[in-house]
């Protein structure tokens, strides 16, 4: 009796075991998920964009109303839900903010310039630019140190040369088609979202490069003041109802609020640099996207300068990787020197 009592307990703690993978499993998929949606959404956003500044509406006005729309959904809810978290509101915190948002209104108009006067294969390529300029902006700043006998710094510095070479590249040089669609169905899309879209390979590319010099975050007040100084006639502030609407729309809900909600949410399940890992898969979706929806031609520049800003990229993540390790295990040596010390005196 005793025997088939353990034996009922034993598969008893199997099952539970078996349903604790199951979930954990779960659990470490959905930030995966989560990630890929987010740089669908975000891609999806350029190509929006991209069509309604061809159609006509402003790059700035793009701006001004979706943040808009986005602020009128999260404003609300954070004095609702987090209204004990709010730190007080003095003149330095104040300062702190327009300057985030100054920098980030900056980064959002020239991203929607530099994806008007190219494409989102390029945008999406530029972006991963963001980790070299933030360690370059470290290093000026003294954020950070450079240890040039330390493979986690020759790896980041190896990282952002490499990442900016490949930035040239892409912005320089065009070279041939890879994947172009045929010209009548290429004439159908241009009639039908294309109607006067502008091109400039480099003057866009140097638009994307400051975007993602200036990317941070963002708020109504700074951008609505430099468009009213940047557009001034009347009818470019008109909404009217074509692409131009739904591009607002989807930038301020799908692209600010729901993208930003779920990559906070990803952060808190994965960590930071688990969700880092996704952005050159952003890219991917910028060539189909921009091939499937915007009748764009894949250029061999593009494919080969976007393989040298990723390689840049995994590089510096993989320095900023090992760094934090090391990190970690100094901390936890200096945590058991204590104790060491401690075992030493009581033994004394």
Request: aromatic share 10%; with cysteine; net charge positive.
């Amino acid at each position: 009796m005793c025997v088939f009592c353990d034996s009922a307990v034993s598969k008893e703690r199997e099952r539970e075991r078996e349903r604790e993978r199951d979930k954990m499993s779960i659990e470490g998929f959905l930030p995966f998920i989560g990630m890929v949606i987010a740089m669908m959404v975000q891609t999806g956003s350029m190509v929006v964009n991209k069509a309604a500044m061809s159609k006509g509406t402003n790059a700035y006005i793009i701006v001004v109303y979706a943040n808009a729309v986005s602020a009128l959904i999260l404003l609300p809810s954070a004095l609702i839900f987090h209204r004990s978290e709010r730190p007080p509101l003095t003149f330095s915190i104040l300062c702190k903010i327009f300057l985030l948002a100054l920098f980030c209104c900056t980064s959002q108009i020239f991203g929607n310039i530099g994806i008007e006067y190219s494409s989102p294969t390029l945008s999406t390529a530029m972006l991963n630019l963001i980790p070299a300029f933030t360690f370059i902006l470290a290093i000026i700043f003294r954020m950070e140190r450079v240890y040039w006998r330390s493979s986690s710094s020759q790896a980041k510095v190896l990282g952002t040369i490499v990442s900016i070479t490949g930035a040239f590249v892409v912005t320089f040089y065009k070279g041939l088609p890879i994947i172009r669609l045929s010209s009548s169905l290429a004439s159908l899309l241009n009639q039908l979202i294309l109607s006067s879209s502008k091109s400039n390979w480099i003057l866009g590319g140097l638009f994307l490069a400051a975007d993602a010099l200036s990317t941070s975050l963002w708020y109504i007040l700074q951008s609505a003041a430099f468009t009213l100084i940047a557009v001034r006639g009347a009818s470019a502030w008109e909404i009217r109802l074509d692409v131009g609407i739904i591009a607002i729309l989807y930038t301020g809900i799908v692209s600010t609020v729901l993208r930003y909600s779920l990559v906070t949410w990803c952060v808190k399940k994965a960590g930071a640099f688990y969700c880092s890992m996704f952005k050159p898969l952003g890219i991917i979706f910028g060539v189909i996207m921009g091939v499937i929806f915007l009748g764009d031609s894949v250029y061999l520049g593009s494919l080969v300068g976007a393989a040298i800003i990723v390689t840049g990229f995994y590089a510096m993540m993989w320095g900023k990787a090992k760094e934090e390790k090391l990190i970690e295990i100094e901390s936890l040596d200096q945590n058991k020197l204590p104790l060491l010390q401690n075992g030493l005196q009581e033994k004394q």
